[in-house]
Structures are given as structure tokens and as C-alpha cells.
């Protein structure tokens, strides 16, 4: 099974920028499908960006990072970005990645997930 490894979150101001990115070991299946998700305390995790790894790389998005963020993947590095511009505080979260064959924006649909990594936006 694939293992994936979250990194690049950290405390940043309203109105900047950050690049998530998620490293998969192991052997990725063509055609399966890369999700960032993101969850505050006692709320439920929550659908940020997709994309499809293949010759397809379809991406899809949450209404809420929509024009401000773009996923994108890297596929010689086995890794997956996130980049979220214009920050705020609203977007202070555990940001996660999984993979998995489906498409789906409900994280119980999805079983393979990483450690997630912590993005606190405040001035």
C-alpha cells in the first residue's frame, strides 16, 4: 500500500502564501486519485482539491479554495502540491492528503491517508 508523508505547513499572516506537498511511497496506480482534505477540531475533514494521476491529471476543487489554490503534481517525485494563496484565518487546519481509485469529496471514502501537517494562518 501506497504510504504518504504531508510537509510545507506551518504559521503564516492573513494574505500569504503556502505549498503543501504530499510524498507517496510505494507504487502508484495509474488512473487513481490524489485528495487534500482539511479538518479543525470537532469538525468533520473536509474536501479541499483532487487530482487524477495519469496522462488524464483532472483536478477538482472545493468552492471554498476555488481561484486561489491549484493542485498539481509531480510525477518523478511521487508527489503531490497544494498551493493556497491569499491565506486566511478561516483556512487554519490539518491539511491531509489520501489516494485512493475512486473520486469522491467524502472523507469516509477514503482509507489511505497520511499524518497531515498543521497550517495556522493568524497576524
Known amino acids: 500500500q501506497v504510504q504518504l508523508a504531508e510537509s510545507g505547513g506551518g504559521l503564516v499572516q492573513p494574505g500569504d502564501s503556502l505549498r503543501l506537498a504530499c510524498v507517496a511511497s510505494?507504487?502508484?496506480?495509474?488512473?487513481?486519485?490524489f485528495t487534500w482534505f482539511r479538518q479543525a477540531p470537532g469538525k468533520e475533514r473536509e474536501f479541499v482539491a483532487g487530482?487524477?494521476?495519469?496522462?488524464?491529471?483532472?483536478?477538482y476543487y472545493a468552492n471554498a479554495v476555488k481561484g486561489r489554490s491549484t493542485i498539481s503534481r509531480d510525477d518523478a517525485q511521487n508527489t503531490v502540491f497544494l498551493q493556497m494563496n491569499d491565506l486566511s484565518r478561516e483556512d487554519t487546519d490539518v491539511y491531509f492528503c489520501?489516494?485512493?481509485?475512486?473520486?469522491?469529496?467524502?472523507?469516509?471514502?477514503?482509507?489511505?491517508w497520511g499524518q497531515g501537517t498543521l497550517v495556522a494562518v493568524s497576524s
Open positions: 510505494g507504487r502508484i496506480i495509474e488512473g487513481d486519485y
Open positions: 489520501a489516494v485512493g481509485a475512486h473520486m469522491s469529496a467524502f472523507p469516509e471514502n477514503w482509507h489511505n
Open positions: 487530482i487524477r494521476w495519469g496522462s488524464t491529471g483532472t483536478t
